[in-house]
């Protein structure tokens, strides 16, 4: 056969098989070293430099087509982030992103293919209330993604803590996951609610959906 031609080997990525593994198991993954301390380093400056910008605005619920800001069930500030214009950091991310995207479509057929993502910025004393992550008349996002840019040295008495609320063997359980810099997390959007707890300091993040048509 032409070479041209051959297709191009599988080769399993073991750090993708057990995302995999986890959300089959329990409907959401933790992960420590998905980015690089180099490559949340330039993401959290990033962050920084277009909040200084003051091009962040406050969040909203509903979807990006029918949004409202209700303060009292969220008070973060977000910018969406453009691929098509991203600078060098945010181009790592999604080079990275597509990866886990392609990988995922190959392996377990999810047909993922839409993403969006979006910085998140928590001033001190906001939260996120208890919510899921898809919408009544807009089911197509699969999977959410929290990538976390906070300084090192991150404590849990600095709150913010994520809350997933699971259900096992017919009882409500919590999940509860710290923001740590450079840990991600990946659940399931349209199972898991969850929720943000009060930050004690400036909390940052990059969070978003890996979304099917």
């Known amino acids: 056969m032409n070479q041209l031609f051959e297709e191009i080997p599988f080769i399993e990525n073991p750090q993708y098989e057990r995302i995999i593994e986890n959300i089959l198991a329990q409907q959401?993954?933790?992960?420590?070293?998905?980015?690089?301390?180099?490559?949340?380093?330039?993401?959290?400056?990033?962050?920084?430099?277009?909040?200084?910008?003051?091009?962040?605005?406050?969040?909203?619920?509903?979807?990006?087509?029918?949004?409202?800001?209700?303060?009292?069930?969220?008070?973060?500030?977000?910018?969406?982030?453009?691929?098509?214009?991203?600078?060098?950091?945010?181009?790592?991310?999604?080079?990275?992103?597509?990866?886990?995207?392609?990988y995922l479509n190959k392996t377990c057929f999810l047909g993922i293919i839409h993403k969006e993502f979006h910085y998140a910025l928590y001033p001190e004393g906001t939260y996120y209330k208890r919510h899921i992550d898809t919408f009544q008349n807009d089911d197509r996002r699969k999977l959410s993604i929290v990538c976390y840019l906070n300084e090192d040295g991150w404590l849990p008495e600095n709150g913010g803590e994520l809350v997933l609320y699971l259900n096992e063997n017919g009882e409500e359980t919590e999940k509860v996951i710290y923001p740590f810099p450079g840990r991600v997390v990946i659940f399931e959007s349209q199972i898991i609610e969850h929720e943000v707890k009060p930050v004690n300091k400036q909390r940052m993040s990059i969070t978003g959906w890996l979304k099917t048509r």
């Open 28 to 102: 959401y993954c933790i992960v420590e070293d998905f980015f690089t301390d180099e490559e949340v380093s330039l993401l959290r400056q990033s962050l920084i430099e277009k909040h200084e910008e003051d091009a962040f605005k406050k969040a909203a619920i509903g979807n990006r087509v029918n949004e409202i800001i209700v303060k009292s069930i969220r008070g973060d500030v977000i910018l969406w982030i453009d691929e098509l214009k991203a600078n060098k950091a945010e181009s790592l991310f999604f080079n990275k992103i597509n990866n886990l995207i392609n």
